[in-house]
């Protein structure tokens, strides 16, 4: 058994865990502070942030190395007791794939995660491996910005996933034929990205809180997204 594994079944045995993966190149305070509206609303115990190795659905050229993302992301969050890292996608050979990741998640803990994505990224659930077969597994929470629920914004599934899934007013969520549920969380989206923190380093501009002063130590200290947006 990996170390990750052994301090994951310790620390997460309880409770209800958040699975929160992402490029992270580098994370910002958007994810996190999206991350803790989630983590608070759903009472997760525990999120773990999970960088991922060569992401299929991104050019990989701009994506600095993953050791650098995944000790960004443990400054980021060493500070809040129920937020973790976990290296898994970088422990496993190629490709990252989330049902991989929630299918680990599931056999180590035992328990039904909550994977947690933002609104962008859900969009493109159906360029996904085996994207299907992730509804039947685990809860997904997808993050979204503030008006999302007024017509013609109210949620709106991608056609494939439609005949899977009712919405259930009372419990303001999607019911998938496996009983997992789907849920669109309204949070403060702060209007952060990755990119344009990259953009901002390379111009030479300031970072400051729009990162964690960790984060941004590090990325001074190595010399990071010097080049290239
Ligand atoms: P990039 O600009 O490089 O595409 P990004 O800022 O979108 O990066 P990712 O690491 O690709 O960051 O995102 C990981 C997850 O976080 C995705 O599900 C994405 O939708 C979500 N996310 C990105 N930015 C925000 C934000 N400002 N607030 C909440 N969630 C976000």
């Not at 809860?139 to 009712?166: C, E």
């Not at 970072?207 to 010399?223: D, F, M, N, S």
Request: glycine share 6%; with cysteine; aromatic share 12%.
């Amino acid at each position: 058994m990996i170390k990750e594994d052994k301090k994951i079944k310790k620390e997460g045995s309880e409770k209800r865990i958040g699975l929160f993966g992402g490029t992270f190149n580098p994370i910002h305070q958007g994810h996190l502070r999206g991350a803790e509206e989630i983590r608070e609303a759903f009472q997760l115990g525990k999120v773990f942030f999970i960088p991922s190795s060569i992401p299929p659905h991104k050019l990989t050229t701009k994506i600095i190395e993953a050791k650098h993302r995944l000790e960004m992301a443990r400054l980021a969050i060493s500070n809040n007791p129920h937020f973790s890292t976990s290296d898994v996608e970088l422990l496993r050979p190629g490709k990252s794939y989330s049902i991989d990741t929630i299918r680990y998640f599931l056999r180590s803990q035992q328990k039904t995660p909550y994977f947690i994505l933002g609104r962008d990224a859900f969009v493109e659930i159906e360029a996904w491996k085996e994207f299907q077969n992730l509804f039947s597994i685990c809860h997904i929470i997808v993050m979204a910005r503030s008006g999302f629920q007024k017509a013609p914004f109210f949620p709106k599934l991608p056609k494939s996933l439609v005949p899977h899934f009712r919405y259930v007013p009372r419990k303001k969520a999607w019911i998938h034929t496996s009983g997992h549920r789907l849920y669109f969380k309204e949070i403060s989206f702060l209007d952060i990205s990755s990119t344009k923190i990259r953009k901002l380093i390379q111009k030479g501009a300031s970072v400051r809180y729009l990162i964690p002063a960790e984060v941004e130590g590090y990325i001074q200290k190595h010399r990071l997204y010097q080049v290239g947006p």
